[in-house]
T-cell receptor
Framework: AQKVTQAQTEISVVEKEDVTLDCVYE???????LFWYKQPPSGELVFLIR??????QNEISGRYSWNFQKSTSSFNFTITASQVVDSAVYFC???????????FGKGTMLLVSP | GAVVSQHPSRVICKSGTSVKIECRSL??????MFWYRQFPKQSLMLMAT?????????EQGVEKDKFLINHASLTLSTLTVTSAHPEDSSFYIC????????????FGQGTRLTVV
C-alpha cells in the first residue's frame, strides 16, 4: 500500500525567509511518480512538479527547488525567499506507474506574512 | 496544456435534493476521470474512477447509490450527489487522464458543495 506523510501541518514564515516542506513516502513499487501541488484558498490544485522514481536529480524552477532522495524516501520542497503569494496548502502525492490515481499527503499549510 | 473544467464552482442546495457536478476535458479526450473529495483542512481522498462507457469503480466506503458517476463521453464525466445531506458538504474535485495507464492527470477547479 502507498502512503504519503507530510509531518508539518502548518508552517508560518516571514516574507523572504526560505522554507522547506517535507514529504516522506512509502511504496513497494520500484517505478512510481511523485508530485507536488499547491492549493490556494480558492481551492484549485496547481501542479508544481512530477518526478519519476528513476530520476533522482534535484530540480530548481525559479524560487522553487525539490530534493528527491530515494535512500530516505523523501521528496522535499523548498521555497527560497518566500512571498505572501506563496501562502497556500501544499500537497505531496504519489502514484504508481501505470495508474493515474494519486495518493495525497495531508498537506502542509504555509502562511507567509509580510 | 490540457484543460479540465469543472462546473459549478460553488453550489448550495437543500437537504434531500440532488446536485450534479460536471467535469469536462476541454482540449483532449479523457479515457479515465477521477473524482476526489476533500473535507475542510483535510487531504484529497479518491472516491471513484470512471472510464468512458463503463461503470465507475468506487473506493471502499463510498456509497454508489449516493454518489452517481456517469462518464458518457470522452470529454464529460458527471458526479450526482443524491438526496444530499449536510454531511455531504465538501469540496469535490475531478481529474482527467488522456489514457489508461498514464500517470499524468489534470485537475479541474473543484466544486464547493454546501448542503443546508
Amino acid at each position: 500500500a502507498q502512503k504519503v506523510t507530510q509531518a508539518q501541518t502548518e508552517i508560518s514564515v516571514v516574507e523572504k525567509e526560505d522554507v522547506t516542506l517535507d514529504c516522506v513516502y512509502e511504496t513497494r513499487d520500484t517505478t512510481y511518480y511523485l508530485f507536488w501541488y499547491k492549493q490556494p484558498p480558492s481551492g484549485e490544485l496547481v501542479f508544481l512538479i512530477r518526478r519519476n522514481s528513476f530520476d533522482e536529480q534535484n530540480e530548481i524552477s525559479g524560487r522553487y527547488s525539490w530534493n528527491f532522495q530515494k535512500s530516505t524516501s523523501s521528496f522535499n520542497f523548498t521555497i527560497t525567499a518566500s512571498q505572501v503569494v506563496d501562502s497556500a496548502v501544499y500537497f505531496c502525492a504519489l502514484s504508481e506507474a501505470g495508474y493515474s490515481t494519486l495518493t495525497f499527503g495531508k498537506g502542509t499549510m504555509l502562511l507567509v506574512s509580510p | 496544456g490540457a484543460v479540465v473544467s469543472q462546473h459549478p464552482s460553488r453550489v448550495i442546495c437543500k437537504s434531500g435534493t440532488s446536485v450534479k457536478i460536471e467535469c469536462r476535458s476541454l482540449d483532449f479526450q479523457a479515457t479515465t476521470m477521477f473524482w476526489y473529495r476533500q473535507f475542510p483542512k483535510q487531504s484529497l481522498m479518491l472516491m471513484a474512477t470512471s472510464n468512458e462507457g463503463s461503470k465507475a469503480t468506487y473506493e471502499q466506503g463510498v456509497e454508489k447509490d449516493k454518489f452517481l458517476i456517469n462518464h458518457a463521453s470522452l470529454t464529460l464525466s458527471t458526479l450526482t450527489v443524491t438526496s444530499a445531506h449536510p454531511e455531504d458538504s465538501s469540496f469535490y474535485i475531478c481529474s482527467a487522464s488522456r489514457k489508461q495507464g498514464s500517470t499524468e492527470a489534470f485537475f479541474g477547479q473543484g466544486t464547493r458543495l454546501t448542503v443546508v
